[in-house]
């Protein structure tokens, strides 16, 4: 495998859509909203509010990570979306991805980055991920997607 990840070219739309058609996690209204943020980062680039970095093997998308930086705050940012596609799952790529995304962010002067995720058995290997990576729980709220989905909010200081 030779993982390549730089910015979302617009050509990756149609890939990126149907990567995120894979994902048995995500509904079908979190696959639009998801294509929103991409839409609008492919729209309006980084002014936009989104970064999006994508991880390619040889021309293949394997996953996309979107996040920007938190309005109204100094530096906190917050991770909107990750996901890497089932065939290329475990194997590093989402750790890559993730640490791309935080170099981004530790280069525009961010400090704090939030991702929020359920706490329902879909997401235990996610959860799993973010606390591999150093995220810490900081906030729960019960029945917040659903009941007894609750919304878990994840934490990590850049140094
Ligand atoms: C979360 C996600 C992006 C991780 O990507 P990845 O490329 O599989 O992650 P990596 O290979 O870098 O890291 C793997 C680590 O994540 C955790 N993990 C990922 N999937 C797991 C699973 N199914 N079961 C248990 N742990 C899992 C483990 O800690 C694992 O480490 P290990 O292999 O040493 O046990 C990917 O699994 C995914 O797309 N999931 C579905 C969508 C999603 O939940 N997105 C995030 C919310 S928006």
Redesign the pocket.
């Known amino acids: 495998m030779n993982i390549n990840i730089r910015p979302m070219p617009p050509d990756y739309r149609i890939q990126l859509a149907g990567l995120l058609a894979e ?4 509904k079908t209204d ?1 696959v639009t909203v ?1 294509l929103e943020l991409i839409d609008a980062y492919l729209a309006g680039g980084t002014q936009s509010g989104y970064h999006i970095l994508v ?1 390619e093997n040889t021309g293949t998308i ?2 996309y ?1 979107c996040f920007g930086p938190t309005p109204l705050t100094e530096s906190t940012w917050d ?8 065939h ?11 640490k791309a995304a935080e170099k981004t962010i530790g280069g525009h002067n961010g400090k704090l980055v939030l ?4 706490s329902t058995p ?12 150093g995220y810490r729980l900081i906030c729960r709220i019960p029945d917040f997607y659903s009941p007894g989905d609750n919304r878990l909010t994840y934490s990590k200081i850049l140094s």
């Open positions: 994902i048995p996690q995500f979190e998801a991880a394997a996953g990570i991770i909107y979306w990750e996901a890497v596609s089932p290329f799952q475990r194997q590093g790529i989402g750790g890559l991805l993730l991702i929020e995720t359920s879909l997401y235990y290997g996610t959860r799993g991920f973010y606390r591999k990576h």
